[in-house]
């Protein structure tokens, strides 16, 4: 049986909306939506919560899981690959706390509550294949999109030619976004490489309504408005 740990950042600190990770929708933090989806997973078998906050860890101790104080170095989301580095960092010492071998990760950042368990499930069962390293969850995004060069303040297409726009469903491009709902990646890539993505990624599509990364207040209302309304509900 293959030991696979999710891995749920919550930091109590944050630039857009403050102690962003005890916001809820409907009744339930952010930071508990993760965890209740990884419970449900088929595959997951270890759930780790990293977090700074000690309203975050008397929460979170309801839900039978391992919670960590996030270290000092880890705390302020300035970083270069801060996560990546935080996730091996974790790794090694849960690794050696539990005296086991973990071999794959699934990293699950609470800003990314509208994902389903199956689209979890997904994830990790393409990197169980054999066939990826790693796999995440993407959205299709129809975007024009545009680079502003500051020197002559002007600005230029980067994805299109504005002398060949035709009906966007008749594009020839066709481009994705990182949504940051879901990662699953082998372990021993994550260490040896530094990166949670690898050179065999694998991807599974979500919805767009789906792909919301609640990164500012809108983004938390919008979520709110989609599981109130009933267009989504969420899948704990």
């Known amino acids: ?40 997973s088929k595959y997951i078998n270890h759930i780790l919560l ?11 101790n309801k839900y039978n ?11 302020y989301d300035n970083t270069i690959q801060e996560v990546d580095n935080l996730m091996i960092h974790s790794l090694k010492e849960y690794e050696k706390k539990l005296d086991i071998s973990i071999d794959i990760m699934v990293l699950l950042y609470p800003t990314g509550p509208l994902r389903t368990v199956d689209e979890i499930d997904q994830c990790i069962e393409q990197v169980l294949s054999g066939e990826f390293d790693s796999s995440l969850t993407i959205s299709e995004d129809h975007s024009y999109l545009w680079a502003i060069d500051k020197n002559s303040q002007t600005t230029l297409p980067t994805n299109y ?3 060949e726009r035709g009906p966007r469903q008749k594009e020839s491009w066709n481009q994705y976004i990182e949504n940051k709902a879901v ?12 990166c949670r993505i690898g050179k065999k990624c694998g991807y ?5 309504m789906s792909s919301i990364d609640i990164d500012g207040q809108e983004d938390l209302e919008l979520a709110r408005i989609i599981v109130k309304n009933k267009f989504k509900k969420l899948d704990v």
């Not at 899981?65 to 705390?75: A, M, S």
């Not at 699953?184 to 040896?192: D, E, G, P, Q």
């Not at 599974?204 to 767009?208: A, L, P, S, V």
């Open 183 to 194: 990662y699953a990646f082998n372990t021993k890539m994550l260490v040896s490489t530094g």
């Open 204 to 208: 599974i599509i979500m919805d767009k």
């Open 161 to 163: 030619k504005p002398e």
């Open 65 to 75: 899981i391992n919670i960590v104080d996030r270290p000092e170095q880890f705390k």
């Open 1 to 40: 049986m293959k030991n696979i740990l999710a891995f749920i950042p919550a930091r109590i600190g944050s630039q857009g909306i403050k102690k962003k990770n005890l916001e809820k929708i409907g009744e339930l933090c952010l930071y508990e939506i993760p965890i209740l989806q990884a419970k449900k």
């Open 50 to 60: 990293s977090t700074d906050g000690d309203e975050i860890k008397k929460g979170a």
